[in-house]
């Protein structure tokens, strides 16, 4: 088993039949990543929409804006409203939706829906029509251009903006754990119940944390919670203040992720708006890390901003450093320098993007000459000689990461005072047992299939078994695309999506935006139709599935809530886009376009 393992990942020592070596006695040429590299094509600019693609271009932004404005008033009722402090508590018209949670739950489906039906219509003019361009993997005739999409991205987003944290109270563990480091106590070591005591005058912050996050120290970066506390500063004990600060932060994430994803795409080969439309645009995007304020928009967009910047050093004809001088960085080397250091303070949001730094660094390698097939298959006797510029290369790369990486983890750490100790409550969300995570679903059915058959329930035992391999398991993957990148094979910003999937698929703990860690790198490397079918797809479905219920919602009323949303989203989609009777106003318009 250990030696199939090692020739998977290309370090068996096993010797390759003899016709298929090289002449140079190399060995033969990579295939690490050849089942994945097919989700990668080339795809051509094509020409502006015209006159009529424009008006139906227009009705389905404005379509999907209605949908944001029914998900606002929806979610006065369905949203997160903190326990204390409700903005909206003793108004009469605001807060009316908190009094028929029913029809507020209605107003929330059938905006969601509406949502995610306009970006699937709108789709057609990004990547294609489904049942066409999509599925045959045929390029459309014409796109939207780049400021229609962001002006229909920002339509979407602004009724978002002033509504309450949906889907998600996450907001407030946020804003307890920022208070705790405010006030000068470990965030890593006190939880918001014992930090943040009743006599407290920020006691408010922590009332709204959910029961299970109450007692759990914080797993987030010391750069997150540096910043947290400026906005405990500003805000104080304000929670609506502090939740709109929040806010901004991750609309200040997904202006990163609209600025260099369709830079990235463009370096990869594929149309920047078909990036844009199934990256930044996606529903779970306004949703999830713009309505339910996750710092996952921050770590992705400062991900994607250091990719941007050091791919743009690495692919540059400039040298890195200055003539004469190679210890030195050139202007070019310092914007290496910035994209690593970029990506590594994502890290300090959250850790999972430190990964990123690899990826960057085996683009740098292969600047420098390295190459897999010098790697793999050599005899040990010619090894080094053959293997040694490509060696010299990945040291040298991974030197500067690891240097970068340090100085800015080590600066963030010590300047904002808050030390390492993000790294010992990295599992700290290992205690929900989430559906979406496959270890934890499938320990979780042999847990159930145990009591079943009358042995006892061993899920606990399982979990702490299966978690881990899964992790082991994913390590080996991550190390696979990592030489598949090395070798040529996949561009890194794929191999990153890639690898980012895999920890997706393998994490012991998952929520529903963590499709978004996956998808938006892959959405500007990946255009095969399988991929963007399987992303629409899980989007569109994970989008509208996960409903704004509590632990006490009962079935009828969620089955109520869903059948009158489902009516609602199927009449007022009639009303915009089927013909109507012409003394009705139209919402088209006979322009050119934007």
């Known amino acids: 088993m250990v030696s199939s393992v090692l020739d998977y990942l290309g370090l068996s020592r096993r010797p390759k039949p003899i016709a298929a070596r090289r002449r140079d006695g190399a060995g033969p040429?990579?295939?690490?990543?050849?089942?994945?590299?097919?989700?990668?094509?080339d795809e051509p600019e094509v020409g502006p929409l015209n006159a009529e693609e424009d008006r139906r271009l227009h009705r389905i932004k404005i379509f999907g804006a209605t949908g944001s404005i029914l998900l606002l008033i929806g979610s006065l009722g369905t949203g997160a409203i903190p326990v204390s402090q409700n903005p909206v508590a003793g108004m009469r018209l605001l807060s009316l939706p908190s009094r028929m949670f029913g029809t507020a739950l209605t107003l929330s489906i059938s905006g969601t829906l509406m949502l995610v039906v306009a970006w699937l219509l709108i789709g057609r003019f990004a990547v294609g029509r489904l049942s066409v361009e999509v599925f045959h993997g045929s390029t459309p005739?014409?796109?939207?251009?780049?400021?229609?999409?962001?002006?229909?991205?920002?339509?979407?987003?602004?009724?978002?903006?002033?509504?309450?944290?949906?889907?998600?109270?996450?907001?407030?563990?946020?804003?307890?754990q920022s208070a705790i480091a405010y006030i000068g106590k470990d965030p890593y070591t006190v939880s918001p119940l014992n930090g943040l005591p009743p006599d407290h005058p920020l006691y408010e912050l922590a009332g709204s944390v959910p029961n299970i996050w109450k007692d759990t120290p914080a797993p987030y970066g010391p750069l997150f919670l540096w910043l947290g506390e400026h906005i405990t500063a500003i805000a104080g004990d304000n929670i609506t203040l502090g939740i709109f600060l929040h806010r901004m932060l991750a609309l200040v994430g997904v202006a990163m992720i609209?600025?260099?994803?369709?830079?990235?795409?463009h370096r990869c080969g594929v149309s920047p708006?078909?990036?844009?439309?199934?990256?930044?645009?996606?529903?779970?995007?306004?949703?999830?890390?713009?309505?339910?304020?996750?710092?996952?928009?921050?770590?992705?967009?400062?991900?994607?901003?250091?990719?941007?910047?050091?791919?743009?050093a690495v692919d540059s004809a400039r040298s890195l450093h200055l003539p004469g001088r190679p210890w030195l960085p050139?202007?070019?080397?310092?914007?290496?320098?910035?994209?690593?250091?970029?990506?590594?303070?994502?890290?300090?949001?959250?850790?999972?993007?430190?990964?990123?730094?690899?990826f960057l660094g085996i683009a740098l390698a292969r600047r420098w000459g390295a190459t897999l097939p010098s790697l793999r298959h050599t005899s040990w006797r010619h090894w080094w000689a053959r293997s040694r510029d490509s060696v010299v290369a990945l040291a040298k790369a991974a030197g500067v990461m690891g240097v970068v990486a340090a100085v800015v983890i080590v600066g963030i750490c010590t300047g904002t005072g808050l030390g390492f100790g993000w790294t010992g409550t990295l599992s700290?969300?290992?205690?929900?047992?989430?559906?979406?995570?496959?270890?934890?679903?499938?320990?979780?059915?042999?847990?159930?299939?145990g009591l079943w058959l009358g042995l006892g329930d061993h899920t606990q035992a399982i979990l702490e078994i299966v978690r881990p391999l899964a992790q082991l398991i994913a390590a080996a993957f991550i190390v696979r695309w990592l030489l598949a990148a090395l070798g040529g094979r996949i561009h890194p910003i794929g191999a990153l999506g890639i690898s980012m999937a895999t920890i997706v698929v393998f994490s012991p703990f998952t929520q529903a935006w963590y499709l978004l860690w996956a998808v938006i790198p892959l959405a500007a490397w990946a255009s095969d139709?399988?991929?963007?079918?399987?992303?629409?797809?899980?989007?569109?479905?994970?989008a509208t599935v996960v409903m704004p219920t509590s632990s006490n919602t009962t079935g009828i009323v969620v089955a109520q809530g869903l059948l009158a949303a489902i009516m609602t989203a199927a009449i007022l989609t009639a009303l915009f886009f089927e013909e109507r009777p012409r003394w009705l106003p139209s919402l088209g318009r006979s322009g050119t376009g934007e």
Do not use: C
Not at 148 to 174: E, F, G, M, R
Not at 428 to 449: E, K
Not at 529 to 542: D, K, N, Q, T, V
């Open 428 to 449: 700290t969300g290992d205690i929900v047992r989430s559906w979406m995570s496959m270890p934890t679903a499938l320990s979780v059915g042999a847990g159930r299939g």
């Open 141 to 176: 005739a014409r796109r939207m251009t780049r400021r229609q999409a962001d002006h229909t991205l920002l339509l979407w987003i602004a009724p978002i903006i002033i509504a309450p944290p949906l889907l998600s109270k996450d907001v407030y563990s946020y804003l307890a």
């Open 29 to 41: 040429e990579p295939d690490f990543g050849a089942t994945v590299a097919v989700l990668h094509a």
């Open 330 to 358: 050139s202007g070019t080397g310092w914007l290496l320098i910035a994209g690593a250091g970029v990506i590594a303070m994502s890290s300090m949001i959250k850790a999972t993007s430190i990964i990123a730094l690899g």
């Open 273 to 312: 708006i078909a990036a844009l439309w199934l990256g930044a645009m996606n529903p779970l995007v306004i949703l999830h890390l713009v309505g339910g304020i996750h710092n996952e928009s921050l770590m992705l967009g400062m991900m994607l901003v250091g990719l941007e910047l050091g791919l743009a």
């Open 529 to 542: 139709r399988w991929f963007r079918i399987g992303a629409i797809a899980s989007s569109a479905l994970i």
């Open 258 to 265: 609209v600025w260099a994803l369709p830079r990235l795409a």
